[in-house]
Nanobody
Framework: QLQFVESGGGLVQPGGSLRLSCAASGFTLNDYTIGWFRQAPGKEREGVSC????????NYADFVKGRFTISRGNAGNTVYLQMNSLKPEDTAVYYC?????????????????WGQGTQVTVSS
């Protein structure tokens, strides 16, 4: 069973950048469609971006288009989320998960359990 581990979060000033990493011990993530989600305090979890296992097609939620980039590591064991031009409203706990498919909205039906997530705080 896929057990995801997210890392790379931290405190960053508005306009700054962070790169999040998603890994699953013992699994090659290239075999799966992977999505990033986030949950801000008091809000529901929402899809941010996803990347398909066929063709490497990536999609993004409108609120991160042009700022975030999802990619796969060369070894196939990691999925990254490069976050640029960060805003205070990007503050949230970020999670990755396996998806059944990657929709143009930047998310899809989740097909794995949640990991612990990684906290991203954007504040001056």
């Amino acid at each position: 069973q896929l057990q995801f581990v997210e890392s790379g979060g931290g405190l960053v000033q508005p306009g700054g950048s962070l790169r999040l990493s998603c890994a699953a011990s013992g699994f090659t993530l290239n075999d799966y469609t992977i999505g990033w989600f986030r949950q801000a305090p008091g809000k529901e979890r929402e899809g941010v971006s996803c990347i398909s296992n066929v063709g490497g097609i990536s999609n993004y939620a409108d609120f991160v288009k042009g700022r975030f980039t999802i990619s796969r590591g060369n070894a196939g064991n990691t999925v990254y989320l490069q976050m640029n031009s960060l805003k205070p409203e990007d503050t949230a706990v970020y999670y990755c998960a396996r998806l059944l498919s990657c929709h143009t909205s930047g998310t899809g039906i989740r097909f794995s359990s949640w990991g612990q997530g990684t906290q991203v705080t954007v504040s001056s």
